[in-house]
């Protein structure tokens, strides 16, 4: 579990923030992304035989709102539930000045953490994950055994400063040294026993279990919301440590 939420680093109030509408989102946003990289849609990024639909954890989501509610910079070194021992954690914060962006930002810097490795590599790391801090999120979002997530999100202002803080935990862990991120593959050929692809669902590349939600999707209103913040980004400060620092990417949402 993760420490006691009186040791508290954050530089204001800290206040959590999590919705309907944000657990939705996140999770579509999950799914979407991992569809799209099933599907073999991910630039130089092979098509995935066994990648799972994932479900949203309320447990998960309460161990990451600990955690998040703190501010701690890095991971909680405890955080397991019931069902998994094993609990990886993305963790990101945004910050601007004058008003709190959106929490999906963090997930688009996870997304963008391809490593930027040839052919022959990405292979070699798709068979064999070697850990590496620069794409560990990005391991963690498309690893294929993962089926459930929660996250939690925090906002605090620091004077004019105001930061989303976005703490995703994922089960079973994903981003494991040694292990295999996916089976490269034609999609859905190699789904885990129990599951398979449900071809008239939004997400028809992905594992699914018999009563995992066949319709959801990202709603409309958020993804003309979501390209209006590609200008957003400029001058964004986006770490752990909010450092300001100049933004120079384009997120794309595969929908």
Known sequence: ?????????????????????????????????????????????????????????????????????????GHDLCRKTPEFNYVGQNCGSVGAIGKHLGHE???????????AAKKSRRKSLIRRFIYDEEYADFAQIVW????????GLVHYTDDDFSTVLTVCNYGPAGALHNHQMYREGVPCRECPEGTRCKLTTTYHKLCALPGDP??????EEFIKRAKKQNSILQGTAISWETIPMILSMSFVLFV
């Open 214 to 219: 066949t319709n959801e999707k990202l709603p």
């Open 144 to 151: 294929a055994e993962t089926f459930k997530v929660g996250c």
């Open 1 to 73: 579990m993760a420490k006691n939420q009186s040791q508290n680093n954050c530089r204001g109030n800290a206040t959590l923030v999590t919705t309907p509408e944000d657990r939705y989102i996140l999770l579509a946003l999950h799914n979407t992304f991992r569809n799209h990289l099933a599907a073999g849609g991910v630039e130089n990024w092979p098509s995935a035989s066994n990648m799972r639909q994932m479900t949203w954890d309320d447990h998960m989501e309460l161990v990451a709102s600990r955690w998040a509610l703190q501010c701690v910079r």
């Open 105 to 115: 930002l963090a997930f688009y810097l996870w997304a963008a953490q391809r490593p």
